[in-house]
């Protein structure tokens, strides 16, 4: 079950990950400085997994931990991902997918709502597709560092990011397909009788999609 508490380890753990968003952005662009970057970018990841290890561990979640978690992947997601376009490290259309794909899963969310459901289930191999292009980044980015693993870095990089682009994108529509399903099988809550609850789609998903 979920608190109402706000000073927990892992909110905690989620607000030095969104205070280092403009950081990294200053870091990248600003300075050209991608040791410093590389090692935000990997920092950001460790807490990420921390935190929320810990709110299970430490029976630390939370409500407010339920939404900012996922509200800063998606931020560092999609700041990173600018980044690199700006900086020239990625095809802007791959950049493109990636986020079109999250907003269009932000507009499915109104179809839940509208029936008192919980958002899907979250798949799994989603997640997965996360973690491969949030390590794919900083690969990429210690590809653009002199060091004798920048081809390696390039390389390797470059694999996990078709690799999670491609899952990413297809488990998106999988989504999109669970949400139109929902909207053409269950009824709005205002348009059924008594204006009961619908039918559960699976485990509770605070934060959205994966």
Request: aromatic share 10%; glycine share 12%.
């Amino acid at each position: 079950m979920l608190s109402d508490r706000l000073l927990t380890v892992p909110n905690v753990l989620s607000l030095l990950r969104l205070i280092g968003v403009p950081v990294f952005l200053w870091l990248l662009l600003v300075e050209r400085a991608d040791g410093w970057a590389f090692t935000l970018l990997i920092l950001s990841g460790l807490t990420d997994f921390l935190d929320g290890k810990l709110a299970r561990l430490l029976d630390q979640s939370s409500r407010l931990g339920a939404l900012l978690d996922p509200f800063v992947d998606r931020l560092y997601l999609v700041t990173t991902l600018a980044a690199f376009v700006a900086r020239g490290l990625i095809p802007w259309w791959v950049a493109a997918l990636l986020i079109g794909r999250d907003l269009v899963l932000t507009l499915t969310l109104p179809v839940y709502r509208r029936r008192d459901l919980d958002p899907p289930e979250v798949i799994y191999l989603g997640k997965a597709a996360t973690f491969a292009l949030m390590s794919a980044l900083p690969w990429m980015l210690a590809g653009e560092m002199d060091w004798v693993g920048d081809g390696f870095g390039r390389a390797f990089g470059g694999a996990l990011l078709i690799w999670g682009t491609a899952v990413y994108v297809w488990t998106g529509l999988l989504y999109l397909g669970r949400a139109i399903a929902v909207a053409r099988r269950v009824p709005r809550t205002a348009d059924r009788p008594g204006g009961g609850p619908g039918r559960d789609t699976g485990a509770a998903n605070p934060g959205g999609l994966a």
